[in-house]
């Protein structure tokens, strides 16, 4: 499933301009809401894109997973850091 992050200047009041959208433009009802949560908390405008695009990475982990959101443990968000861990390239040594 195709998963995108879509950002509206047109919104409406109080709400995240960035959006978390399925594969039919759908809203992640979910996503949506922490993102409107942290945009009422007044983040600042980077931090909240910053939340959106790890919000979209995290969303396109699960979805492999076949799991229902109900199903998000502490031992899945465990796996999911284990995840990122995996792809950062190791810091090089010194000589």
């Given at each position: 499933?195709?998963?995108?992050?879509?950002?509206?200047?047109?919104?409406?009041?109080?709400?995240?301009?960035?959006?978390?959208?399925?594969?039919?433009?759908?809203?992640?009802?979910?996503?949506?809401?922490?993102?409107?949560?942290?945009?009422?908390?007044?983040?600042?405008?980077?931090?909240?894109?910053?939340?959106?695009?790890?919000?979209?990475?995290?969303?396109?982990?699960?979805?492999?997973?076949?799991?229902?959101?109900?199903?998000?443990?502490?031992s899945t968000l465990?796996?999911?850091?284990?995840?990122?861990?995996?792809?950062?390239?190791?810091?090089?040594?010194?000589?």
């Amino acid at each position: 499933m195709k998963l995108i992050l879509a950002h509206s200047s047109a919104v409406q009041t109080g709400a995240c301009p960035y959006r978390l959208l399925d594969h039919q433009d759908h809203p992640i009802a979910w996503a949506n809401e922490f993102l409107d949560a942290q945009h009422a908390r007044q983040l600042s405008p980077r931090s909240v894109r910053a939340y959106a695009y790890d919000l979209l990475h995290f969303t396109r982990w699960f979805q492999d997973r076949a799991q229902s959101l109900s199903a998000i443990t502490e031992s899945t968000l465990l796996d999911y850091v284990r995840h990122q861990l995996s792809q950062a390239p190791s810091p090089r040594r010194k000589p």
